[in-house]
Structures are given as structure tokens and as C-alpha cells.
């Protein structure tokens, strides 16, 4: 076992104890799990590709003597959690009322369950229209108003992706605009998680390689934004995390079923969980927002991150020199980064993890992606002028204004778009 390998199952035991249950070949302990909250568990989960882990967390919950909810699985959300299928989870967790919501399968499926469960809770005495939900506290606040309680939900991740078995964060697709927004609560922090890594390995590779590049974007965007207190806890999760990927993702590459492989990756993007949850993402993951008809979340914001860090320069000179010293060690920047500073500093680490990018076949422009058009600059831009996102803009290390975007992140994304870092102008 790695020394990053062992620092990371160190650091998610500190941080979330008996609620968290992950490694390898633990998926047949979700029976006993459920079975605290009582005898009856709706089970979302994909039934196709995912059917033989769906098999196995049925025949665990009736080894625990609990029943399925409607006496089926109910069909899980599609990528990037449509607000239809939201709705629809609703109205499963109202007609089967049952004592917990098992949700089986990657973020979307996740973070559509945390969000139906909220509608569900809250719809009669609230409102049963999700957007005003969307931002921060809003949940927590309605559930003190009204005196009601969220059923347990129980996380069972199965791919290595956002953290969201892990998180206070449900993101949400409208599909008619093509725009992502979030629910930001710790009441929709999932009772207990469970994640398997040896299941990952039933994940197509592109999936896999996404949830590291999103490893490195929670990691690396909390990191440049941390302050005081957190800032050693970032940089302790980040450093981690990174050195993770970097050894691991490239083998995976190669070697799809390599489980070790598979492990550490599950471990990177657990640490991307931990990671939100001390500090906030900014500027990457706001423009992923309005990619999402186009591309995947964590290749987005891995897209994407060179460019802002360019962008923060100045105020995140400590956060590349540790940031950089991993790439460089793994063979992604060969110039002395000891002898660099600035803007400098920025675009030698910037163009490191874009040579990362492009080791494991990741596009690491906007135009290398099928689809992209100048509509999706005008989207973003539009979109980070939006009070339900400003917190993104408020957490960047070089913080904006919805005044300030047109002047300075619409260059970003210009550069973005080319790979022409000479964009990028400095606030």
C-alpha cells in the first residue's frame, strides 16, 4: 500500500468515522446499514449495466430483513440529474413512504435522491417547485419553519466521481436551458455512505478518468481558496489526492480492472469530497455549469482549472509551488519551478496539468470539445451573473462581481476556448 494510499484512508476516517463505510468488498454490509432506519427501502438504482450491483444491495437488504419499497428498484436519474427525474423520484418516495432511501450508483443518482427527498419532505408545507431550494441554507431553513424531518438517505457510491455520497451538495439540470444549479445544505448530507471501490471497475473507463479529473478540480480549486485554519487541511488533502491521480489514473488507461488502481482513484475523489466540505470551488466549476449539454463535469472543470489559475497568479503562489512539485515529480513539467514566480510560476504549473491532461486522451480545450460553440461562452458568462451562483465568484482567490465578469472572465474562457493563455488578463 502507498504512502498516499494510506494518508488518504487516514485523513476520510478522521473526517466522517461510523458513517462512512468504504474500501474494498464491502458492498454486502448495506443491508445491515439499512436495516437501523427500519424494515422498508426504496432502492434507486440503473438496472441495465448496473444490474449485478443492484442484485447484490437487494439480496443484502433482504438479508437484513428489509423489504423493497414498492417491491422494485426504482429507475435511477439520468447524467447530470435532470429536474424531471427529480420529480419523478418524488413521487416514488410519497406513494412507497418508506423508512429510507437507498441510492445506488454514481452523483447524478445521488444527488437526484437528495434533492427528490427534499421535494418530498417539504412539497406540501413549502413548495413542491425545486428551485427555490437552490443555493445555500435554504433546506435547513424550511425544515426549521415547518418542524419536519428528511427521511435517511444511505449513499451507495459506485463510481469514482463528485463525492456526492459524501457531501452537502445535489447538483441539478434544467435541460430545456442547459444549466446546472446547486443545493447547498448540510441536511442533504446522506446518514450514512457506502462506497465499494472494487464496483468502480464496472464503470466505462471515461467515466473513471472524468471522476479523477474531478478529483483534481474539489482538491485543487478549494486549495487555491483556502485561508487560515483550513489552508493546511487543504493543502494536506490536496497534496494527497493529487499525488493520487497522478501516480494511478494513467494505469487505469491501460489497465481498466487494475483494482489497485481503481482504489486509489475512489480514494482521490472521496479526498474531492472532503474538500468541499472545507472550503468552496470557484471559478472552474461555475463555468462547468453551462457545459453540461457538451461534456462531463469533471472534464469540464479539468478543462478549465489551468486557465483560472493563470487567472489567480498572484494569490495563490504557495498553493502552485506544492501543486507544481507533484506534477513535476510524476514527469509533467520539466522547468525549475525554484526559479519561477508570478504569472510564470502560474502558466509553467498550468501547462504541467495540461500535459497531465493529455497523458490520460482528456481534451484540455474548449474546442477540442464535439458541440462546443461561442453559445456556451455566452451561457457561462451570463450564468456567473447569476445571484443563486455568486458564491463562485465570491470564492475565487482573485474574487469578482457579476460586474467584473464580462471584463475578466470572458477573457478566461476566450483562452479556454483557443489554449491561448495571453488571454487571460490579471485583476
Excluded at 468488498?25 to 434507486?44: N, S, T, Y
Excluded at 422494485?72 to 418524488?90: F, H
Excluded at 473507463?205 to 482538491?219: E, K, M, N, P, Y
Excluded at 483560472?308 to 502552485?320: D, E, G, N, R
Aim: hydrophobic letters at 45%; proline letters at 4%.
Amino acid at each position: 500500500m502507498s504512502t498516499s494510499v494510506e494518508k488518504a484512508y487516514a485523513l476520510l476516517r478522521e473526517w466522517k468515522g461510523g458513517s462512512y463505510v468504504f474500501g474494498l468488498d464491502v458492498l454486502d454490509q448495506v443491508g445491515q446499514i439499512a436495516a437501523r432506519f427500519g424494515k422498508k427501502a426504496l432502492v434507486v438504482s440503473n438496472t441495465t449495466y448496473m444490474k449485478p450491483v443492484a442484485d447484490r444491495v437487494v439480496a443484502s437488504l433482504q438479508a437484513a430483513g428489509v423489504t423493497l419499497s414498492g417491491g422494485t428498484v426504482a429507475p435511477d436519474a439520468k447524467p447530470n440529474a435532470p429536474r424531471e427525474d427529480v420529480y419523478r423520484l418524488e413521487s416514488y418516495i410519497l406513494h412507497h413512504n418508506p423508512d429510507c432511501i437507498v441510492a445506488v450508483g454514481g452523483g447524478s443518482t445521488i444527488d437526484a435522491c437528495k434533492a427528490a427527498n427534499v421535494l418530498a419532505t417539504l412539497g406540501g408545507a413549502v413548495t413542491p417547485e425545486i428551485d427555490p431550494y437552490f443555493g445555500v441554507g435554504a433546506v435547513t431553513k424550511a425544515l426549521a419553519d415547518s418542524g419536519l424531518k428528511l427521511r435517511p438517505v444511505l449513499a451507495v457510491e459506485t463510481s469514482s466521481s463528485s463525492g456526492a455520497h459524501l457531501t452537502k451538495y445535489a447538483n441539478i439540470t434544467d435541460p430545456v436551458v442547459g444549466q446546472k444549479k446547486l443545493i447547498v445544505d448540510m441536511a442533504i448530507v446522506p446518514e450514512v455512505s457506502l462506497f465499494d471501490y472494487s464496483t468502480t471497475v464496472s464503470m466505462p473507463i471515461s467515466v473513471t478518468i472524468d471522476g479523477a479529473l474531478d478529483a483534481i478540480a474539489h482538491t485543487f480549486e478549494v486549495f487555491c481558496g483556502a485561508k487560515g485554519d483550513a489552508y493546511a487541511k487543504a493543502a494536506d488533502i490536496a497534496g494527497t489526492a493529487m499525488d493520487l491521480v497522478a501516480s494511478y489514473a494513467k494505469v487505469l488507461v491501460v489497465d481498466p480492472k487494475n483494482l489497485e488502481a481503481r482504489e486509489a482513484i475512489g480514494l482521490a475523489t472521496d479526498l474531492g469530497g472532503y474538500a468541499i466540505m472545507v472550503g468552496g470551488t470557484s471559478g472552474a466549476h461555475l463555468t462547468s455549469f453551462s457545459l453540461v449539454d457538451i461534456v462531463s463535469h469533471g472534464t469540464a472543470c479539468g478543462i478549465m482549472n489551468p486557465y483560472y489559475a493563470v487567472f489567480y497568479a498572484k494569490a495563490i503562489q504557495p498553493q502552485l509551488r506544492l501543486v507544481g512539485s507533484i506534477f513535476a515529480k510524476h514527469g509533467y513539467i520539466s522547468k525549475n519551478l525554484d526559479a519561477l514566480s508570478g504569472r510564470d510560476l502560474a502558466l509553467a504549473v498550468a501547462e504541467g496539468m495540461i500535459a497531465f491532461g493529455k497523458s490520460i486522451n482528456a481534451p484540455t480545450k474548449l474546442s477540442d470539445l464535439k458541440g462546443f460553440t461561442e453559445a456556451h461562452i455566452t451561457r457561462a458568462v451570463q450564468a456567473a451573473k447569476d445571484p443563486q451562483l455568486e458564491m463562485k465568484l465570491r470564492n475565487m482567490p482573485v474574487p469578482m462581481t457579476a460586474a467584473d465578469v464580462d471584463g475578466y472572465m470572458l477573457p478566461i474562457l476566450r483562452a479556454a476556448a483557443t489554449g491561448d493563455m495571453s488571454l487571460i488578463k490579471e485583476m
